[in-house]
């Protein structure tokens, strides 16, 4: 029997009475090792998690006191210059309350709150940035904060309230829109759900009409997104949108878009992607973006509406659409579509982008033909199930 210990590996002969009293050693020496690690390793769990907890508490605090340490982030080389942001940066005046956690976003934490100024309460959205002032994630969070401030001059695009980029935490503020994400409250509206999610009744009678009302404020966000700031927006669809009461509309989902103009990749085939469903032909064959692809999308959202949220091109798998699309293949007209509205989304739809109409000219058609729209609620025979949603839109699971 030959001796484990680091003697015999050195080339020095152990007694026979060592070798014999190595084995119980070995019993005591081992259990206490693993032992040990384990606990080593539960404690370095432990520690990170409530490390992580402190710091989401601890900036909790600081959002709601507004007294984060002050920070002098580098910016940009484009951007307009240190002063650019003063005029957003949240007042000390304006208190935020009631803040909670609800879901993980692209750049840290997004939490819902209160923001109370001058005597007015407003519901708000925080986009919260993890990390310290020296990261490159913060140089490209100032950025977001310039993007957003250019863009927020549109009744109906997502507005910005305030940000704070001097001090941590750093964080953008946006508006909340109640119901909120415009695919969820369609789906709501599906035979045997919940209807309006309990808030305002000017909701509870979605109709034909009504989609010509969502659909050319999304036209008109777009149209403002493009002339005004030569943007693409890159990911038209229901899930990008957000509705208020009154059928109030703002165009959302805007990383695409940021990213595109930040990393200079605007309007060309290696620049973010979207579902394939959702796709220009343009772009599901890799060719550059133009300024009618998201017109395409606008088509697909105009389906959306009128099926109440289900995925376009339904009996087409994710992995047919780019032969079946080449091959001229019209998405069919859904139930309760009249006519008008009918051709406009195949005019959207066109195969050659140059024969796709301008958002000027979608949103004289849609002013032209509502009175022939349809007042009668839409319904659907059944009520979406998410995960089949997901894998006939080609989404990620």
Known sequence: ?????????????????????SGPLALIII?????????????????????????????????????????????????????????????????LEEVEFFKNGHYGPMCKGQLRQDGTVTAVVVKTLKGDSDSQEAKTFVELAFFHAAISKHDNVERMLHCQTQRFPMYLMFEAILPGNLLHFLWSLQEGSSGTLGLDHQLLGFSERSAYVVAKQVASGLDYLLSEHRLIHGDVAARSMLIGPGFSVKVSGLTTAFESRRTGTLGKAEGPQVPLKWQAPERLMRLPMTTKSDVWSFGILIYELMTLGAPPFPELDPSEMFLKTLANYKIKRPQHCGGALYDLLKYCCMWDFKDRPAYPAIIKLLDSYVHLADTKPLRTAQSMDVCEYRRRAGLPP
Request: aromatic share 6%; hydrophobic share 40%; net charge negative.
């Open 31 to 95: 259990p206490s090792l693993l032992a040990i690690s384990t606990l080593t390793v539960v404690s370095l769990i432990i520690w990170s998690f409530l490390t992580k907890k402190a710091s989401f508490q601890r900036n909790v605090v600081f959002l709601q006191r507004g007294n984060g340490p002050s920070v002098q982030p580098t910016l940009p080389a484009l951007a307009p210059g240190p002063d650019a942001l003063s005029s957003w940066e949240m007042p000390a005046h304006c208190v």
């Open 1 to 21: 029997m030959k001796s484990i210990f680091p003697e015999e590996l050195h080339g020095v002969e152990c007694s026979e009475r060592d070798e014999e009293g």
